[in-house]
């Protein structure tokens, strides 16, 4: 089983629209959770940190952390066709920095 | 963010030979480097953790005679894929961590990647 899961897509959106992504982790001692981009052919590139529960807001994004329920989530809004890539939720375990990544939710926003 | 440099962008080597891939953070310095594998169509997996000073964590399954790693600097780290053969072509992805840099926090800042072709 894997630890940290998400949908694998695609997520069809369209333009303007508001994209959301969902990721759970297995493991309750996980501290920090991160959303990656991934363009195609190219390395991920941190969208989002979040540490704790609650919502936190960086321009078009929305990181959204329940541990409780072991959930997190990514709202983009205002969808825009550059935005169509592979998202990777990540967190980092007890032991380290260690991340474990899902395996990435594609979202396609079609004009 | 934190900058986070490979090189070589793309390399194609014959089978049977060495390849080095550098990863320098350009503006911090890391105490810990992690390196990542990515198979087309596949999420990423990890291969092992460097830390300065010290020897390479390897993951489960990962060769350390094979991806040897060193981590002699606070800046730089460098793996090494020996005796290369057409199923080490993959693309391979440094990432460094901030959390020694002042104010930083535990995130990892990724390179562009190193996409290898082994014939």
């Known amino acids: 089983q894997k630890e940290v899961e998400q949908n694998s897509g695609p997520l069809s959106v369209p333009e303007g629209a508001i994209a959301s992504l969902n990721c759970t982790y297995s493991?309750?001692?996980?501290?920090?959770f991160f959303w990656y981009r991934q363009y195609s052919g190219k390395s991920p590139e941190l969208i989002m940190s979040i540490y704790s529960n609650g919502d936190k807001e960086d321009g078009r994004f929305t990181a959204q952390l329940n541990k409780a329920s072991q959930y997190v989530s990514l709202l983009i809004r205002d969808s825009q066709p550059s935005d169509s890539a592979t998202y990777l939720c990540a967190a980092a375990g007890r032991a380290g920095n260690k991340l474990t990544f899902g395996g990435g939710t594609r979202v396609l926003v079609k004009p | 963010g934190a900058v986070v440099s490979q090189h070589p962008s793309r390399v194609i080597c014959k089978s049977g030979t060495s390849v080095k891939i550098e990863c320098r953070s350009l503006d911090f310095q890391a105490t810990t480097m992690f390196w990542y594998r990515q198979f087309p169509k596949q999420s990423l997996m990890l291969m092992a953790t460097?830390?300065?000073?010290?020897?390479?964590?390897?993951e489960q399954g990962v060769e350390k005679d094979k991806f040897l790693i060193n981590h002699a600097s606070l800046t730089l780290s460098t793996l090494t894929v020996t005796s290369a053969h057409p199923e080490d072509s993959s693309f391979y992805i440094c990432?460094?961590?901030?959390?020694?840099?002042?104010?930083?926090?535990?995130?990892?800042?990724f390179g562009p990647g190193t996409r290898l072709t082994v014939l």
């Open positions: 493991d309750r001692g996980s501290q920090s």
């Open positions: 460097s830390n300065e000073g010290s020897k390479a964590t390897y």
């Open positions: 990432s460094a961590d901030t959390s020694g840099r002042a104010g930083g926090t535990d995130t990892q800042y």
